[in-house]
């Protein structure tokens, strides 16, 4: 357990590194295999077609696997919170600028194949959520696989334990 802790910890600050050098780069077209070469240092899984652009914040990349053609844009944010946690893109995926996925702990984001997920878009898993194929998310979509239980109602709402489900 202590080994897997520092593991965890070393790769976290590795992460870290690689992000900070990846922001000194410039968004210029010469660039982008650089900055996508440091990019496959932290992520499960980067196909030489996918491109993500500037400011894009990884956190937990060891769970995040991306297809080929896969575009992710300013200012996204991917986080796997946990070892557990996983985040699948499908292959010719566009996810839009201002986007926040977040796979809590041991949770499993998929997105299906050519799926276009617009602007200022929030995913976030506390069990499962499943995307298909070919789908069209609007700019400004909330999708959260979590909820709170309305079981007492002489208990504070944030004090009752949330419910977690999968949504397909």
Known sequence: MKNQYRSLKAS?????????????????????????????????????????QE?????????????????????????????SSKIYVGNAVTINKDVEIEAKDGAIIEIGDRTFINKNVWIMAGASVKIG??????????????NRSYADPDIPINCQPPHLRELQ
């Open 133 to 146: 194929q070919d789908c069209l998310i609007a700019p400004y979509v909330g999708i959260v696989a979590t």
């Open 55 to 83: 400011g894009v914040e990884i956190t937990g990349g060891r769970g995040i696997f991306l297809g080929n053609n896969t575009a992710i844009l300013r200012n996204s944010c991917l986080i796997a919170e946990s070892a």
């Open 12 to 52: 976290s600050a590795c992460e870290s590194l690689i992000t900070r050098l990846i922001a000194l780069i410039p968004p210029v077209p010469k660039a982008w295999s650089l900055r996508r070469r440091l990019y496959q240092l932290i992520l499960a899984q980067m196909s030489k077609t996918s491109f993500i």
